[in-house]
């Protein structure tokens, strides 16, 4: 059972450049979600979507674009990459909204020269 | 905007201690609460979820109690282990957003 699986693990970009993390789950869930890990701010919140289709922005959307054309997959794309984008970024989904229990990837850690 | 605080940040005990992680959050509309175990460059592993109507919630060694009406949860952690040094995250549900604190970096020692 894959669970949430986020490709890739390490990448480090340059200034500018663009690229897609791959987010897929294979339970079946209605609801996925992109956070941001950053030293001293906790977990925030990019981009959310419940469901094929419907996407809407979270806490930090800015310098990121998503889309749902899947149940199983959620990508997140970094349209020009900065600095201020070097982080750790999580993949997370569950059953449906109001947040029945959250299952994470393993995380993709991003550094932007 | 929801704001989660845990405290402490940091906390160091010897191995087979009993211990208590707080979570305060501002905002007590939430749909549920949910502690979270992060392993160093690892992602997010679910421990316990306490919904709104619940006061508290056991598995094992761990025990969580809410009080939505003052904004706080505990994690109790009965036993500690070596094996449980790690990150314990709080995370409240409102709407469709899950916000977390910042974490307790705990570490049992042997």
């Known amino acids: 059972n894959a669970g949430v699986t986020q490709t890739p693990k390490f990448q480090v970009l340059k200034t500018g450049q663009s690229m897609t993390l791959q987010c897929a789950q294979d339970m079946n869930h209605e609801y996925m979600s992109w956070y941001r890990q950053d030293p001293g701010m906790g977990l925030r919140l990019i981009h959310y979507?419940?469901?094929?289709?419907?996407?809407d922005q979270g806490e930090v959307p800015n310098g990121y674009n998503v889309s749902r054309s899947t149940t199983e997959d959620f990508p997140l794309r970094l349209l020009s990459a900065a600095p201020s984008q070097t982080s750790v970024y999580f993949c997370?989904?569950?059953?449906?909204?109001?947040?029945?229990?959250?299952?994470f990837g393993q995380g993709t850690r991003l550094t932007v020269v | 905007k929801q704001e989660v605080t845990q405290i402490p940040a940091a906390l160091s005990v010897p191995e087979g201690e009993n211990l208590v992680l707080n979570c305060s959050f501002t905002?007590?509309?939430?749909?549920?609460l949910q502690w979270f175990r992060q392993d160093p460059g690892k992602g997010l592993t679910s421990l316990l979820l306490i919904q709104s109507s619940q006061r508290e919630q056991t598995s094992g060694r761990l025990n969580a109690s809410l009080d939505k009406s003052s904004g706080r949860s505990t994690l109790y952690i009965a036993a500690s282990q070596p094996g449980d040094s790690a990150t314990y995250l709080c995370a409240v549900a409102t709407g469709n957003q899950f916000y977390f604190g910042t974490g307790t970096s705990l570490t049992v020692i042997p």
């Open positions: 905002d007590s509309a939430i749909y549920n």
């Open positions: 979507s419940v469901g094929a289709g419907i996407t």
């Open positions: 997370a989904s569950s059953r449906r909204t109001g947040w029945t229990e959250a299952f």
